[in-house]
T-cell receptor, first 112, second 113 residues
């Protein structure tokens, strides 16, 4: 079984539209984070949501967490061409210590 | 502040050869991690250093991989001998406190032919 699975695997939208990416996980978590990776670069931390939080905002980003469904979503509003990147969710849990478990990511393409 | 730096950015070696990857974390970050992404699959944890000590090396695939962090500053990851399935992107990351957001380097793309 795979922790931190994102869907869709790929998403293509027009500039100005909203983009929603989902992440599911299988075991209990302490925190869930979202990272962005531009091609050929390292991952950049976007937002962290704790297991006792349900929603968090940061600029154009909105993250929700549903621990009963073991799922999270990342919403990017008013998307821009510069948002084109891969997006990963990552979880850490009671038994994993500092170890993060990543999914395979969602490739987002925002067309100008 | 300088970010996490990794060297080399790319490495192409033949099966059976040895490669050493280097990571310089952000100054003052005691925690240093190695992850890798193989064949476009998920990013997988390899190991975690706290200063010079290996806190968790549960993700190291086998004894062909050796990680060190002498002096608790930079780290090296050596693969000897390299196999085809070792190809992928190796990321290093660091943070000040465990479970705080990670700062990643740009990765080393390793190709074993």
């Amino acid at each position: 079984s795979q922790q931190g699975e994102e869907d869709p695997q790929a998403l293509s939208i027009q500039e100005g539209e909203n983009a929603t990416m989902n992440c599911s996980y299988k075991t209990s978590i302490n925190n869930l984070q979202w990272y962005r990776q531009n091609s050929g670069r390292g991952l950049v931390h976007l937002i962290l949501i704790r297991s006792n939080e349900r929603e968090k905002h940061s600029g154009r980003l909105r993250v929700t967490l549903d621990t009963s469904k073991k799922s999270s979503s990342l919403l990017i509003t008013a998307s821009r061409a510069a948002d084109t990147a891969s997006y990963f969710c990552a979880t850490d849990g009671e038994t994993s210590g500092s170890r993060l478990t990543f999914g395979e990511g969602t490739q987002l393409t925002v067309n100008p | 502040e300088a970010g996490v730096t990794q060297f080399p950015s790319h490495s192409v070696i033949e099966k059976g050869q040895t490669v050493t990857l280097r990571c310089d974390p952000i100054s003052g970050h005691d925690n240093l991690y190695w992850y890798r992404r193989v064949m476009g699959k998920e990013i997988k944890f390899l190991l975690h250093f706290v200063k010079e000590s290996k806190q968790d090396e549960s993700g190291m695939p086998n004894n062909r991989f050796l990680a060190e962090r002498t002096g608790g500053t930079y780290s090296t990851l050596k693969v000897q001998p390299a196999e085809l399935e070792d190809s992928g992107v190796y990321f290093c990351a660091s943070n000040e406190r465990p479970n705080s957001p990670l700062h990643f380097g740009n990765g080393t793309r390793l190709t074993v032919t």
